[in-house]
């Protein structure tokens, strides 16, 4: 039988922490981490930056990426262990966590691969405050009424391997992350 790797996919509007609590757990947990933010290709950053949202063309070759980057890793085990493996991605569309639930590897691959989106939920009002706080990145607070726009929210119901994190007001750094441990480990 083939060893499973899973794939955490950290999601959410901009603001909701993704970039915050995936760095801090792949620290602590030594896991493999691939940063969205960081793939995206230039005219996104410059689109962003300059207040306009992305639209599906935009994201196609940005999640492109993500799936390279991430079947790149897969192929090196000794990164990996057969472990986990931390993603963030805003995920917004139904369509864009389908994509990334398909990672088709070679045949002779010898693991098998579950995808997880943790969705870390909270409102606007909470991620206003926060964006409106935070320094040096090209994505601003303008920006996030399009993104609850854009959001189509995972169902745990309707969708495979969804976890969803309520994230308030009052939900430090450390207890997210926590809530998140107890499910990935
Ligand atoms: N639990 C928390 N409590 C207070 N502030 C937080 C918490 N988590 C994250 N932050 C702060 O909120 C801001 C947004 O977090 P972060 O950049 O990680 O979000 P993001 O989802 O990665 O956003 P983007 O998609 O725009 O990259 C940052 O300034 C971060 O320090
Ligand atoms: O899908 C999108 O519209 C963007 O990717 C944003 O949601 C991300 O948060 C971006 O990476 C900014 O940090």
């Not at 603001?15 to 801090?24: A, F, R, Y």
């Not at 991430?70 to 994509?99: D, E, M, W």
């Not at 070679?106 to 691969?113: A, H, K, L, N, T």
């Amino acid at each position: 039988m083939k060893n499973s790797i899973h794939i955490f996919i950290i999601m959410g509007v901009s603001g909701s922490g993704k970039s915050t609590v995936g760095n801090l757990i792949s620290l602590e947990l030594g896991m493999p981490f691939i940063e969205g933010d960081n793939l995206h290709p230039s005219p996104n950053i410059e689109k962003m930056t300059a207040g306009i949202p992305l639209d599906d063309s935009d994201r196609k070759p940005w999640l492109q990426s993500i799936k390279e980057s991430l079947k790149q890793v897969i192929s090196f085990p000794s990164t990996h262990r057969g472990g986990g493996i931390l993603v963030t991605c805003s995920a917004l569309k139904l369509k864009y966590r389908n994509y990334l639930r398909k990672i088709n590897l070679d045949e002779e691959c010898s693991f098998s691969i579950k995808v997880w989106f943790i969705y870390l939920k909270g409102s606007r009002e909470l991620l206003e405050k926060r964006l409106i706080q935070r320094q040096d990145h090209f994505m601003k607070v303008n920006l996030l009424k399009s993104q609850f726009e854009a959001l189509e929210e995972p169902n745990e119901e309707l969708e495979d391997g969804i976890i969803i994190i309520e994230i308030g007001d009052k939900d430090t750094k450390n207890e997210i992350i926590d809530k998140i441990k107890f499910v990935i480990k």
